[in-house]
Structures are given as C-alpha cells and as structure tokens.
C-alpha cells in the first residue's frame, strides 16, 4: 500500500501541543489535588469565556452532560423529550437516562439537522403528557436552525437543550452554539474539535438557576459535603483531562479554520464529480466536525478508498429509531425518510487539522477517478 490516510487522527491533534500537555499533567500530579481543584475551575471559566456565556459546569462525559441538563430541566420518568435520529446513539440515551422517551423528528436533507417543520408537526400530533424539552443537535459541525427552534419550542413552553458535541466553534448568526438555548452540552471526547485524552464533558448556560441545579447533580446533590438536597450522581470533570484541555482551548479557532480550509479544498476539487457535498448556511459558520458527502453508490466509493489506503467513516449507519433498543417500543411513530435516506448514502471523509493539501488533493483525485470508473 503505497500510502495510508486516515479518517480522523486525534493522536495528531496531541502532538501539537504534546509538551505543554506533559506539563499540564505533571502540574496536576504534582498538586496532589485530582478532583474538582483549580484547574477545573480554571478551564470551566475559560471556556465559559470563550463562548462568552456565564456558566460552565465540567462533568464526566458528553452523555452525563446531556442527562444532567436535561434533569436540571426537570425531565425526568414519564415525561418525552423531541430530537433527531440522525445521531450519535449518545443524544437519545441521555433522554433514556432521565427515564423520558425520546421522539424522534426528521431531518433538514441538506444539513442533517433538525428540521424545523418536522418540530412543529410532532408537537402538534404528539397526544401524550409530558413533552418537556427539544435537543437539536448541531451534527457534523453545522449549527441547527437555532431560530426557528427556538421560536416553536417557545409556543409550546419547551425547554432547549443544545446538543454541542461535534460544534465547538461553530456560531448561528453571529452566536456561538452553546449560548442559543436554554442550556447546552459539550463533548470533550478525543475525536472532538476540542478533544481531551479521554472522557469529558461541560453543561454550560446564562440561567444560574440551571447552572446552581447542575453543579448539585454532578456531585451526590452535595450542597455541602456528605449531605445531599436531593438524588444526584458522580459525574466530575477530571482535574487532568481539565488541564489538558485548557492547553488546547486557545488553538480551537486556528484549527477551525484548518478544517474549513481543508473542507474548501475538497468542495473545490469535488464540485465535478456529481457527489453531494456538505453544505453550509450562510448565517452559520461550521467547524467541519465531519466533511460528509452522500454518495447513491456509498459502499461500492469506500471499499474503493478503503482498497487505495484511505480511511473512511459512516456516521452514522443505523438511525437510533431503527436500533434494537429503540425499534421496538417506538414502532408506529412517525416515518423518517430523509434520515433513513441518509443512512443509506453518508460517507465522512478524512477531516482533521493536520491534513496536509497534498493528502487532500489525493483523496479527492482518488473519488474523483471512482466517479469517472
């Protein structure tokens, strides 16, 4: 195999900064503190500050994020809560574990966001109490249409929880994602934007009500120590994982901006071949998460790629409504066409801040040579 591209390369992502990372963590080592000390507070303000929102609350995961915005918005057992099923498997389970059922709406095809309209028609035919909350995920780097969620979920008295996973950086109108909704959850996990060396997670909001209920639940209910006000769980941001990420933090934006350029470089080189490529709303700016193109004869282009040492990902194969854990009790909801659609002809291609254009230019010469076979 003359060369190997892979599909995302978070160990590159650490050897940018891998000597101040060494640091970080020999700071903490040698603090003898590794649970909620100085350097979560640090990086909680920090990135509070970089979204420019006055709440961050470091958790464990992107999942416990998700979970503990939700209960801080008193979702809990009976109630439902609407999102995609377009997503990481991770956005319905965090509904599951507040004991809530996720109903799931159909996408924008373009973008692979919440479309609106879908939000509309499943609030207006949804017969059972307890519809609480929305999540919108913003997929693949690209922002969901924040305004027009916003404004039906307002109708409807609805609580917005955005889930920020795969969009650190990424703005609506001028917004950064994380500060449009209600309250918001970010992944830290290492293949992010902003990627730790293992699990990690923040809730942020502008509602200290929130913010008061999620600092509680991440740590027992703990109002002070060993007494709990109410049931909550062990959900703490790692002091490490704290540190290595406030190293990171300040080279977010410039690896945005890689990734856009590289995304350029692919639409430029890729307009001819008949693929549809991933498309950006002009109020939105994307970080490119994911560069995912649909392609009608999807797996017959990635075991050619695959045969030519070029990595690629689907994501994500099977929409959580159609999964074992999820078909079944959601049987005779509403039809999914465009993400089921979807599913059938995503393809992400290689997309990390260390592609180099030459790297770029041979996998789309390499598409580029399929489409024409």
Known sequence: MPFSIPQSNPRANTLAHEKAIEGAISRVVKSGWYILGQEVASFEKEFAGYLGIPHAIGVASGTDALHLALKACGVGPGDSVITVSHTAVASAA????????????????????????????????????????????????????????LEIAGRHSLRV??????????????????????????????????????DAGMVVTGDPELAGKVRLLREYGWEERH??????????????????????????????????????????????????????DPESVHVYHQY???????????????????????????????????????????????????????????????LTTDQVRTVAREIAAWCRS
């Open 94 to 149: 965090a509904i599951d574990l507040c004991g809530a059922a996720p109903v799931f709406v159909d996408i924008d095809a373009d973008r692979f966001t919440m479309d609106p309209n879908r939000l509309e028609d499943a609030i207006r035919g949804f017969h059972g109490r307890g519809l609480k909350a929305v999540v919108p995920v913003h997929l693949y780097g690209h922002p969901a249409d924040m305004s027009a969620i």
């Open 161 to 198: 929880v955005e889930d920020c996973a795969q969009s650190h950086g990424a703005t609506f109108r001028g917004k950064k994602t994380g500060t449009l909704g209600h309250v918001a959850a970010f992944s830290f996990y290492p293949t992010k934007n902003l990627g730790a060396l293992g």
């Open 227 to 280: 007494v709990s006000k109410f049931p909550g769980l062990n959900s703490r941001l790692d002091e490490i994982q704290a540190a290595i990420l406030r190293v990171k933090l300040p080279h977010l934006d410039g690896e945005n901006e890689s990734r856009r350029k590289i995304a350029g470089t692919y639409h430029s080189l890729l307009a001819a071949c008949g693929l549809i490529l991933p498309e950006a």
């Open 292 to 354: 995912v193109i649909r392609a009608k004869n999807r797996d017959s282009l990635r075991a050619y790629l695959r045969e030519r040492g070029i990595g690629t990902l689907i994501h994500y194969p099977v929409p959580v409504h159609l999964q074992p854990a999820y078909a079944e009790r959601l049987s005779g909801r509403v039809p999914l066409p465009r993400t089921e659609e979807a599913a059938k002809q995503i393809l992400s291609l290689p997309m990390y801040p260390e």
